[in-house]
């Protein structure tokens, strides 16, 4: 397997990619550089516009507004001239946090995650947010990530990269709230690269950017690994499905945390990609607010 550079932005914290099929428009954020970039599909310039706070992630509200998650809340965007307002508070009472991996239910609902500023710090966890209702799921997280759900809603899938186990849990496809107790899914322990970024196909599949491996990895819905296809970037970390059908796969990475050897060694860090790989994608849910 190989990929494509879709855009040469060099990000520090490439994240949160997500697909708008009704635009054709792909958009995903430099986390630690307050960005949101968006590129038309699949020719477009790389457009970059600057935020007034560290965001992770995007879900479509409707065709003329967007969801934004950030450090101290959920935003909506208005998507002629960009103006962001508050809708919903999320931990803005504690200012060492920041906005992480998260991602639409399809009920409406949304899994939004948070971490600490500071490496090692237990202080992240995941929320359920809907309509401007928030409740907390699952507390001191150091890194939430994977966050993702079956087709039809009645899984969800998270993982602490920290402690390399992806797990899943029973969900009410009504409402994107957990049904039961998580349960290990994937046990990456004492494996190459961290669990990242996950999305799932139309057929159950689970596709995971490992961090520190340059590789995106499919899983059937029993855990079984099925590919890798190589990222070229070592710190790969979130895959989103891309194209006309949604039949391709693009995928962020990052150089956060490289000197300048590790840089050179690694000249595509940070960059966004085409997998050189054919799936059967499915568009991501709009959010309720």
Not at 77 to 105: C, F, I, Q, W
Not at 178 to 196: M, Q, T, V
Not at 211 to 228: E, H, K, P
Request: glycine share 12%; aromatic share 8%; proline share 6%.
């Amino acid at each position: 397997m190989s990929a494509a550079i879709i855009s040469d932005h060099a990000c520090k914290l490439g994240e949160g990619p997500t697909y708008d099929p009704a635009t054709g428009t792909l958009w995903w954020f430099d986390i630690v550089e307050r960005k949101l970039l968006e590129k038309q599909m699949p020719d477009g310039a790389t457009v970059i516009h600057d935020l007034p706070f560290m965001a992770s992630a995007l879900a479509t509200i409707d065709a003329d507004r967007q969801l934004v998650v950030g450090d101290d809340g959920f935003y909506v965007r208005e998507r002629a001239g960009g103006r962001l307002t508050l809708h919903t508070p999320l931990e803005a009472d504690k200012p060492g946090t920041r906005s992480n991996d998260s991602r639409v239910h399809p009920s409406g609902s949304m899994w939004a995650g948070t971490m600490a500023l500071t490496d090692g710090d237990k202080g992240g966890a995941i929320y359920w947010f809907r309509a401007g209702e928030v409740r907390l799921l699952y507390p001191d997280i150091l890194i939430p990530n994977s966050i993702c759900f079956s087709p039809d809603g009645s899984i969800a899938y998270f993982t602490d990269t920290m402690k390399g186990i992806l797990l899943r849990v029973a969900c009410d496809p009504a409402t994107g709230l957990p049904a039961g107790e998580p349960a290990i899914f994937i046990d990456h322990r004492g494996k190459h690269g961290g669990l990242d970024g996950s999305v799932v196909d139309a057929d159950g599949n689970l596709w995971n950017a490992r961090w520190g491996a340059g590789a995106v990895d499919q899983y059937d819905a029993n855990g079984n690994l099925l590919r890798t296809c190589a990222v070229p970037a070592r710190q790969s970390t979130c895959p989103a499905f891309v194209g006309r059908d949604l039949s391709r796969i693009a995928v962020t990475s990052a150089w956060k945390g490289m000197d300048d050897a590790a840089r050179k060694a690694d000249p595509h860090g940070g960059k966004t990609f085409l997998l050189d790989v054919t799936v059967n994608g499915r568009a991501e849910p709009n959010v309720l607010v």
